[in-house]
């Protein structure tokens, strides 16, 4: 089974310049996590889709960074314009989620730079 | 809020030998879970193991063990027998077990993790 699937692995932009990244989760998996990875730090959640339904965007940006999932499967993280600050790694996770616990799955992330 | 602690933000083992990373975490919430999470540098993120709160026993997954020490609110990791593709970076990481914010990760700084030939 494919795990889960980010694209562009890197990316390297200057200032004021949009960017997207995009997650495709593991088949069936009904919740898609994004997090940003400063450098030497651990991963920070964005926001959370159940579906097709952001359940929780409150450490969103939502100045410069916006996302979808249209269709409740692959999903789409915007930042516009990009600034110094927002280099980093951006992972995207899934997981099936019902009740009790379930596992996140994460992809390899994409590594943004900042110029 | 809950808070995770890694200490070490570097640690190195000769291979074979046996290495324990060290977290600690604060919270009110008696359910949860703990995790450690191994990032390689290739940068997937890994789950390693698993510890419920409610569980007295340490979990342990092949070479990978626990101590789960619950009212010193300490978890650490033991890795026996290192071998050369345990060097990663390896996260301590906090989830609720019920309520809101329940499927939320909270993550540590991070131990990087070398082992030596």
């Known amino acids: 089974e494919a795990g889960v699937v980010q694209s562009p692995r890197y990316k390297i932009i200057e200032k004021k310049q949009p960017v997207a990244f995009w997650c495709n989760p593991i088949?069936?998996?009904?919740?898609l996590y994004w997090y940003r990875q400063n450098l030497g730090q651990g991963p920070e959640l964005l926001i959370r889709?159940?579906?097709?339904?952001?359940?929780?965007d409150s450490q969103l940006p939502k100045d410069r960074f916006s996302a979808e999932r249209l269709k409740g499967v692959d999903s789409t993280l915007k930042i516009q314009p990009a600034e110094l600050g927002d280099s980093a790694v951006y992972l995207c996770?899934?997981?099936?989620?019902?009740?009790?616990?379930?596992?996140?799955?994460f992809g390899p992330g994409t590594r943004l730079t900042v110029l | 809020a809950q808070t995770v602690t890694q200490s070490q933000p570097e640690m190195s083992v000769q291979e074979a030998e046996t290495v324990t990373l060290s977290c600690t975490y604060d919270t009110s919430e008696n359910n949860y879970y703990l995790f450690w999470y191994k990032q390689p540098p290739s940068r997937q993120m890994i789950l390693v193991i698993r510890?419920?709160?409610?569980?007295?026993q340490n979990a342990t997954e092949n070479r990978f063990s626990v101590n789960f020490q619950k009212a010193a609110k300490s978890f650490s990791l033991k890795i026996s027998d290192s071998q050369l593709g345990d060097t990663a970076m390896y996260f301590c990481a906090f989830m609720k077990g019920t309520g809101a914010g329940s499927y939320q990760l909270t993550f540590g700084k991070g131990t990087k993790l070398s082992v030596i030939p």
């Open positions: 996770a899934s997981t099936l989620r019902t009740s009790g616990y379930n596992e996140q799955f």
């Open positions: 889709y159940e579906n097709e339904e952001a359940v929780d």
């Open positions: 510890q419920e709160a409610y569980k007295q």
């Open positions: 088949s069936g998996h009904n919740t």
